[in-house]
């Protein structure tokens, strides 16, 4: 079954950096882009942009521009987010999630969702 | 970006309702419109893709409709498990985003 198991909840002090991994299985991973979702405290979903598994290329929302870095390692079907600079603002819970284009007639659709990273940015 | 509008922000209902929540874009989208439920604590699950396109696995009470700028997602008979925040997204165009969403709590 398709699983997205990602690491777990982080505490940081600002301005420090934090790399949230998104473990992948039960699928072939370079078929399906990586979508990355941000959920503040108590409030709704933002997209933050999505990368390519096939190609690599990234493209960030506007608003995670700059410190924000998703990357790759197809050799272990994970995907990553990296933070940096961080700032109290930052706290959420980040999510990444798979674009079933394919399967939902040829239109973007997050069908699979890891468990989501807290992030927590407190001095 | 499009902007989605959900209506209304919450809502109180009883089981063996029937509830409809709606979804309204800055722009026309054709059905390019999905539908998530998110309980507390867990991540958003995907219930209805193009507009009105039922997941595998989503019990078939859930339903949707809707085309252009005007989209609904209706729930049958309101079950206990149901009681959550439902979000539309569209993804006609990027970014694709996603309406404030809806909470369903029990009256």
């Known amino acids: 079954q398709v699983q997205l198991v990602q690491s777990g909840s982080e505490l940081k002090k600002p301005g420090a950096s934090v790399k949230v991994s998104c473990k992948t299985s039960g699928y072939t991973f370079t078929t399906y882009a990586m979508n990355w979702v941000r959920q503040a405290p108590g409030q709704g979903l933002e997209w933050m942009g999505w990368?390519?598994?096939?190609?690599?290329?990234?493209t960030y929302a506007q608003g995670f521009t700059g410190r924000f870095v998703f990357s790759l390692d197809t050799s272990i079907s994970t995907a990553y987010l990296q933070i940096t600079s961080l700032k109290a603002e930052d706290t959420a819970v980040y999510y990444c999630?798979?674009?079933?284009?394919?399967?939902?007639?040829?239109?973007?659709?997050?069908?699979?969702w890891g468990q989501g990273t807290l992030v927590t940015v407190s001095s | 970006d499009i902007q989605m509008t959900q209506s209304p922000s919450s809502l109180s209902a009883s089981v063996g309702d029937r509830v409809t929540i709606t979804c309204r874009a800055s722009h026309s989208i054709s059905t390019h419109l999905n539908w998530y439920q998110q309980k507390p604590g867990k991540a958003p699950d995907l219930l209805i893709y193009v507009a009105s396109s039922l997941q595998s696995g989503v019990p078939s009470r859930f339903s949707g409709s809707g085309s252009g700028a005007d989209f609904t997602l209706t729930i049958s008979s309101l079950q206990p498990e149901d009681f959550a925040t439902y979000y539309c997204?569209?993804?006609?165009?990027?970014?694709?985003?996603f309406g404030g969403g809806t909470k369903v709590e029990i009256k």
């Open positions: 990368i390519s598994i096939s190609t690599g290329n990234p």
């Open positions: 999630t798979r674009d079933a284009y394919r399967d939902c007639s040829s239109s973007t659709c997050f069908d699979y």
């Open positions: 997204q569209q993804t006609y165009s990027a970014p694709p985003t």
